[in-house]
């Protein structure tokens, strides 16, 4: 079955370099069954070597202030209020009272009907609001009930959206439908900044990481975010850095920087700072930024915070001399 | 963008228990040595690391005699199971003693501590503890029902890997009954002289394990002794041709594992991103002090250029200087003729119209160091295609079809290793078995398991180590 492939301005990366990519299903998957391969053994062995670099002093303060200024401070829960969300963006403005200097976090993230409540809370802050939308964790309504979700989202005022693909169309083969359905988020965004959740845990292996991340990228993705956080496993070191390999090689065909976001399962200092070696190494210093690199998390602040103090003040501080949210 | 810097995370020389000299071990002690003491140095600083006494020609003779006493009055009659006791022991105390091991091998070396903590140490602790299994099971290797141990064995290692090798030579020859005289590199001596104290401490018989520190000379005297049965080289291809001629008409057993300039092929359908980190790796793990080293890249013309763009990039991340920083990629060179045989071969790249590319990472200011570098535009009448370099010097080829790749892979006088990288198993299958190596990789590179025999063919020797294999040329079967 071969479907067309609707081609709007975005279609196939700006410029329009991809554009006999995404013609149409047949040529999209011949476009991302070329892509060379990704050993499983060899890439998680990378991991693993990367992971063992030591990150201390002076260094490891950057990065603990780096990882903090990248966080997508998240809260999607059922039980959500709007208290709960005002409270994490009194966190997000100013992650630690008592030291004034900690950088506020890149983002609260929020679902779309608590989005019109963050951005009131962190008006003037500089932090942005993200919302997931696109009938988030599983994607599995309508289309138009997905573009309705994130229309609710953009009218709250959230500037970027957190949109996740249909797993089951990208498993069955139906590259086309995950393109068109991300061209027509996109579009539904506006100025919005997208990101694109792939959901990796739900994914056949890291060729088809690879090949989710391209196609969310020929889409017009500016961010490729590894998962929703509802599904484990979730932001492995192995798949952040196939993610990271394919917004390098993105930027060297095109020269555009898109970003990656790291969801899911990143709870300590040490996890994210393994995660900025790999940004580091992999994609290149270049992606050591809130552009272009987030980390979606909910627990992490509160270790980046504690370990912050200890290099400062050379002991362990105590949970409770932390603000949580 | 913000500049991240690595601040440095050096591990503590302290642990390595530096002692200001070391001596010989002949028959169960540590003795004065009769030859003139050396001193051994830390290449990444020149400074001295300790004095370091050497065998003479009578330490030599009182060690093969210990050793033969050894090997037929306590060690040879010794059942299986029992001599498996000592190399359990032994092998437990090396990975017990492990981050000492891997500081000392670091300073004497040059190598950075990430390899010799995380490959070095645990695989020559591996090696040992296979050998130690196989001690009592020799009836069933293959080699018939009652294997017998060839007697006293003259082993000769070199400097890149000193503990492993040692370890590559002791396991078997102890496991299958035979007593050991071992010679480590002059410039290297000291994990193998921190391994004789483990065996003394592990209550290893006088005599079953003999470490002679020296030069050449000494390394001559030892394999040249009538007193061996057999003799087990590590090293240059050109000593192995004189030790060969040697031993020749002796009637004493030989194996012999040399040089090499292994080719690493990458198809076009390779795991690309995969390919460059086992490039990297095949040629710039241990500073490319490896004999089966992928110092050859024949990449396949289609995919050229953009391999070699990722290559570049990733070689651009590797991290040079001191051995001693955990976040250190690429150690110091051990030795100065080394360094100055390095600066040589890679002139001559320059001269024979090769392209230099060299990695703009900062080096020390002191010690001995040699960046990351790639000759492309390399043809195969080049010395940097043919001559073993034994350094981080990579020069590349290229190919259009297999059969071109076959034929580039095998041109050359040395056969110990080869890589392939395809994502087609049948492509995979059919390189290698055309390729004349001894071990062939496919999607990897340098990964060593004591299961799996080593060894090389043509002017990279013969005999196998490790595995079952490898039990063979310990053993009259």
């Known amino acids: ?325 | 963008m913000m500049a991240w810097d690595y601040a440095p995370a050096p591990e503590s020389a302290a642990l390595a228990n530096l002692k200001p000299t070391y001596r010989p071990f002949v028959d169960g002690e540590f003795v004065d040595g009769g030859g003139e003491p050396l001193k051994t140095l830390n290449p990444a600083t020149e400074e001295v690391l300790a004095e370091v006494g050497t065998a003479s020609q009578e330490d030599g003779d009182r060690a093969v005699a210990a050793a033969r006493r050894a090997y037929e009055q306590v060690w040879g009659p010794m059942p299986g199971a029992e001599r498996a006791k000592y190399l359990f022991r032994i092998a437990r105390v090396v990975a017990e003693r492990a981050r000492e091991l891997a500081v000392l091998e670091t300073l004497d070396n040059g190598k950075p501590i990430r390899e010799s903590r995380d490959v070095d140490v645990p695989t020559a602790s591996a090696h040992l503890f296979h050998h130690a299994g196989w001690a009592d099971k020799l009836g069933y290797a293959g080699l018939g029902p009652d294997p017998k141990p060839v007697g006293v064995v003259g082993a000769v290692i070199p400097w890149n890997f000193p503990l492993l090798m040692a370890a590559w030579k002791i396991g078997p020859a102890l496991a299958c009954g035979n007593t050991i005289v071992l010679k480590p590199a002059e410039t290297t001596p000291l994990t193998a002289l921190v391994l004789a104290e483990i065996a003394a401490d592990a209550g290893l018989p006088p005599g079953v394990l003999n470490v002679l520190p020296g030069a050449g000379d000494v390394g001559a005297a030892v394999v040249g002794h009538d007193g061996l049965d057999k003799v087990a080289f590590t090293g240059s291809t050109d000593v192995g041709k004189e030790i060969q001629r040697r031993l020749a008409g002796t009637g004493r057993r030989l194996t012999l594992e040399l040089g090499g300039k292994a080719a690493n092929i990458v198809y076009d359908d390779a795991p690309l991103d995969q390919a460059v980190d086992g490039v990297v790796d095949g040629i710039f793990f241990n500073q490319g002090h490896v004999c089966c080293a992928g110092s050859r890249l024949l990449v396949q013309e289609s995919v050229e250029e953009e391999f070699m763009e990722l290559l570049r990039t990733r070689i651009e991340t590797l991290r040079v200087g001191d051995p001693l920083d955990k976040n250190t990629d690429v150690g110091a060179i051990n030795s100065r003729p080394q360094l100055d045989r390095i600066v040589d071969l890679a002139a001559a790249g320059d001269a024979e119209g090769a392209h230099r590319w060299t990695s703009s990472c900062p080096l020390p200011e002191r010690g001995l160091f040699f960046p990351p570098t790639v000759f492309s535009g390399v043809e195969q009448t080049m010395r940097v295609a043919r001559e073993e370099i034994f350094g981080p010097v990579l020069s590349v080829l290229t190919f259009r079809t297999p059969d071109e790749a076959i034929a580039k892979a095998n041109n050359t006088p040395y056969g110990l290793s080869a890589g392939i990288w395809t994502e087609k198993g049948s492509k995979a299958l059919w390189t290698a078995q055309r390729v004349r190596a001894g071990v062939v990789w496919t999607n990897t590179f340098n990964r060593f398991d004591p299961t799996a025999p080593f060894g090389g063919y043509r002017e990279s020797g013969f005999g196998r180590e490790g595995g079952r294999v490898g039990l063979e040329a310990y053993l009259q079967a």
């Open chain 1, 1 to 325: 079955m071969t479907t067309t492939v609707t081609a709007p301005s975005t279609a196939g990366g700006r410029d329009g370099r991809f554009a006999d990519a995404v013609r149409d299903d047949a040529s999209l998957r011949r476009f991302l069954h070329g892509l060379p391969g990704v050993d499983h053994v060899g890439v998680e062995r990378r991991a693993a070597t990367l992971a063992t670099r030591s990150i201390k002093k002076e260094s490891k303060l950057q990065a603990l202030d780096m990882a903090i200024s990248m966080i997508d401070l998240t809260t999607l829960e059922g039980a959500d209020t709007p208290g709960k969300v005002r409270s994490l963006c009194a966190q997000a403005r100013r992650p630690d009272p008592d030291h004034p200097d900690v950088p506020s976090v890149a983002a609260v993230c929020v679902y779309p009907d608590l989005a019109g409540v963050a951005v009131e809370a962190l008006k003037g802050s500089g932090v942005a609001v993200a919302a997931v939308a696109t009938a988030f964790p599983s994607g599995r309504s309508s289309r138009a009930v997905k573009l309705a979700d994130t229309a609710l989202a953009i009218e709250a005022g959230a500037s970027e959206i957190d949109m996740v693909i249909d797993r089951g169309a990208f498993l069955t083969g139906r590259y086309g439908a995950v393109y068109d359905e991300i061209v027509a988020v996109k579009e539904a965004c506006g100025t919005a900044h997208l990101k694109v959740i792939l959901e990796t845990g739900e994914l056949a292996g890291y060729d088809d990481v690879r090949r989710a991340s391209w196609l969310a990228l020929l889409a017009g993705a500016d961010v490729i975010k590894t998962s929703t956080g509802k599904v484990s496993p979730a932001a492995t070191l192995p798949v952040v850095q196939v993610m990271l390999q394919a917004v390098r090689d993105w930027h060297r065909a095109t020269g555009e920087h898109r970003g990656v976001k790291a969801a899911g399962g990143i709870r300590t200092a040490k996890d994210s700072i393994r995660h900025l070696v790999a940004v580091n190494e992999v994609a290149g210093p270049a992606w050591l930024t809130p552009e272009l690199f987030r980390f979606g998390a909910s627990a992490l602040l509160g270790d980046l915070l504690r370990q912050r103090r200890t290099q400062l003040e050379g002991h362990y501080a105590d949970r409770d001399h932390i603000g949580g949210a």
